[in-house]
């Protein structure tokens, strides 16, 4: 049984960093993608950022490049989330996600959810 568990959100002010983590258990997860996505209260899930376990390939949210790495550790299948200069718009609930393949950016195409964590930026 594949499970995704996120840790690492909490309540930090407006300029702050957070790292969050996601332990995968379940399969192998070297020939997948993982995947960050966040939601709002009111608003749909929208994709953060995205890893290729095997072969390191990123992408990410435009509103986050040069704050958040992505970055994950095959022999722990963890995935982890550095958020830096966290704004209050970045309050949302993080989701962590795996896919077969490459990278990707909608979340329909992931088989995999964790339960999510919530980051809470205040201003």
């Known amino acids: 049984q594949v499970q995704l568990v996120e840790s690492g959100g909490g309540l930090v002010q407006a300029g702050g960093s957070l790292r969050l983590s996601c332990a995968a258990s379940?399969?192998?997860?070297?020939?997948?993608?993982m995947g960050w996505f966040r939601q709002a209260p009111g608003k749909e899930r929208e994709f953060v950022a995205s890893?290729?376990?095997?072969?390191?390939?990123?992408l990410y949210k435009d509103s986050v490049k040069g704050r958040f790495t992505i970055s994950g550790d095959i022999a722990k299948n963890t995935v982890y989330l550095q958020m830096n200069s966290l704004k209050p718009e970045d309050t949302a609930v993080y989701y962590c996600?795996?896919?077969?393949?490459?990278?990707?950016?909608?979340?329909?195409?992931?088989?995999?959810w964790g339960q999510g964590t919530q980051v809470t930026v205040s201003s």
């Open positions: 996600a795996a896919r077969s393949g490459v990278v990707g950016v909608n979340p329909r195409s992931y088989d995999y």
């Open positions: 379940g399969r192998t997860f070297s020939s997948y993608a």
């Open positions: 890893i290729s376990l095997s072969g390191g390939n990123t």
